[in-house]
């Protein structure tokens, strides 16, 4: 019985089904495993927001943006240059008073900025214009892992459909004359 199934158009069907299983497992498997890993990329690398807050709701180890005042301006002149507009970075105290920040950038109201490595700056609240603090968007992310997740799909779907019917050499088209069986 097992040389019927190997010798004509059984055989034929049998080894030609056999090899698109493969195919269509391995393009599947694949296919899952880099959607998933876009997913966890896309969900890890987060997209982010500024919403406003009030100075009093500011805590400690908070990412924050404050857009400097007139006054500001003037009494931060001397450490952060004049023309500030807006200075970013982590609250590392908060009392009554004033913020402590480790300053991440600093930019002036020609438009350029500059980068800074985490040097502490004193911020009063006349100094503050207004503060956005930096929050997880979970609607953002879950759109961007989605986009990115259907993005990936669609590349290997492409790539595995153009394998499959591209018409190369397979075990039913002559070739070098081999026989698959043996």
Sequence with gaps: MDVFW??????????????????????VCSFLSAVGIV???????????????????AAPKAQVSAEITDVG?????????????RIDGEIVQK?????LLN??????LNGTANHWQGQEITLRPQDVKSLTQRTYSRQRSMLA????????A????????????????????????GNPDT
Excluded: H, N, W
Aim: aromatic fraction near 6%; charged fraction near 15%; charge should be positive.
């Design 6 to 27: 190997r010798s004509g158009s059984f055989g034929s069907a049998r080894r030609a089904f056999s090899t698109t299983g493969r195919a269509t497992a391995r393009t």
């Design 39 to 57: 997913c966890t990329i896309g969900s890890m690398t987060a997209c982010y927001t500024y919403l406003p807050r009030p100075i009093s709701e």
């Design 73 to 85: 301006r003037v009494a931060l002149g001397e450490q952060v240059g004049s023309e500030v507009a």
């Design 95 to 99: 009392t009554d008073s004033a913020l």
């Design 103 to 108: 300053v991440s950038e600093v930019r002036y």
């Design 145 to 152: 892992a989605i986009a990115l997740g259907g993005l990936a």
């Design 154 to 177: 669609l590349a290997i779907l492409t790539a595995a459909l153009t394998g499959v019917f591209s018409g190369g050499q397979g075990p039913d088209k002559p070739g070098d004359g």
